[in-house]
């Protein structure tokens, strides 16, 4: 049985990506060196250009209407969970940004949410139906690549 669509996912993706230009943005202020300055700068720009590919998915998808006690309800629970509990809310930012000082620490913390990311399209993906699965991979697939794009500028010389 499916709990939710990929049109839920892929709303919840917007705003993984919305908070992440966000967490970029501040990343690259702090960065010292030029080329992490950079790789921020490219990763939120690509988090602004991944919001628009999944905003044309979920234009385009079939939408999950789950019941709800008022129209909009369990779009603004998934909203209010993705600002709450899970990667880059708001909580963590505060909390966690006060102990970013520099480049190292920003890459740590920016590793760990996009595996983070990772790990939650993985598992949510067994909640949607099969026929929608490759929605979920072409999520997982532009994660990874921050993933990957992040680990390279840790173990590079410049850091």
């Known amino acids: 049985m499916s709990v939710f669509a990929a ?3 892929v709303e919840v993706a917007i705003r993984i990506e919305e908070n992440g230009v966000n ?3 501040f990343a690259e202020q702090i960065a010292k060196q030029e080329e ?3 790789l921020f700068a490219q990763l939120a720009q690509a988090e602004v250009e991944h919001k628009k590919t999944f905003e044309k998915l979920f234009a385009n998808m079939e939408k999950n209407n789950p019941p709800e006690s008022y129209e909009g309800e369990f779009g603004a629970y998934l909203r209010s969970y993705v ?3 899970l990667i880059f809310t708001k909580e963590i930012m505060d ?3 006060a102990k970013i000082k520099d480049t190292v620490s920003a890459l740590d913390f920016a590793i760990q949410r996009e595996l983070d990311s990772i790990l939650y ?3 949510i ?3 949607v139906p099969a026929a929608q699965h490759d929605v979920i991979e072409k999520i997982i697939e ?3 690549k921050h993933f990957l794009s992040l680990t390279a500028m840790k173990k590079s010389s410049t850091c």
Do not use: M
Request: glycine fraction near 0%; charged fraction near 50%; charge should be positive.
């Open 125 to 127: 993906k067994k909640l």
């Open 142 to 144: 532009e994660e990874r």
């Open 95 to 97: 909390k966690q940004l």
């Open 23 to 25: 967490f970029y943005k």
């Open 121 to 123: 399209y993985h598992e």
């Open 83 to 85: 600002d709450n509990n």
């Open 36 to 38: 992490a300055k950079k």
């Open 7 to 9: 049109s839920d996912i």
